[in-house]
């Protein structure tokens, strides 16, 4: 018969990422994932076993203290729902920059977000205290500026540079295979005229004279194709 059990987690799949707080502080749903549920960056699951066994509720916890303004700073993480706003701060005076300054400035503020997500962005939406509920989709608009330790700030800096240095080293492949081939088709098409010009010159070349009893040669006459 199977297991009844996979059959239910598929089955109430959609009702699990739209039940509040069901990945816990600081766990993402994404809904096009089986998994479910991901920590946050800089984040690991506050009990591995239960997470392991997909009871999420416990949440995640930070991977390393936050320095409170030695070293901190911000992962910016798109295509989501916003977290939980109950703990949250607006002011849509501030532009994006004084939001930032002022979230960094604030060893209790754990992110932010710009209140207006039209254009580049205006206003500010700080958040004091653990994320909830937040939810990725792939059609996802929104945008969170996530305060992470310094140590996470340098990993992601090095993946970014990594996925960079890989997409310019995929690039440069392309090109030198692109010129290679054209060079060794211009190869191809130089020899392969100048055999046609060597046959063509020697259909110009044609008997002197008919061969007479005794001789074994015949003198050509014409253009001498290795000129």
Known sequence: MGNPIGITLTCIKNYYSDHYGH??????????????????????PKSPTEWYLSEW??????????????????????????????????????????????????????????????????GCLTWFGNL?????????????????????????????KGFF????????????????GLLLFATSAYCLLNKRKVFSSFGKLIPSKTLKPGQSTVEFVGEDPWD
């Open 23 to 44: 990945c816990g502080a600081y766990g993402s749903c994404r809904t096009e994932n089986t998994a479910e549920c991901d920590c946050l960056p800089g984040f690991q």
């Open 57 to 122: 509720w416990d949440g995640c916890v930070r991977k390393r203290t936050l320095g409170c303004g030695k070293g901190d700073g911000f992962l910016k993480l798109v295509g989501l729902k916003l977290p939980d706003t109950s703990t949250s701060i607006v002011d849509k005076n501030l532009s994006l920059k004084e939001c930032e300054r002022g979230c960094l400035n604030n060893c209790s503020c754990t992110a932010y977000a710009p209140a207006d997500i039209t254009g580049e962005g205006s």
């Open 132 to 160: 909830m509920d937040i939810r990725y989709f792939s059609d996802g608009s929104d945008h969170l500026y996530l305060r992470v330790d310094a140590v996470e700030l340098a990993a992601q800096a090095r993946k970014d």
């Open 165 to 180: 240095h890989n997409k310019l080293k995929a690039v440069a492949i392309l090109t030198v295979s692109l010129v290679v």
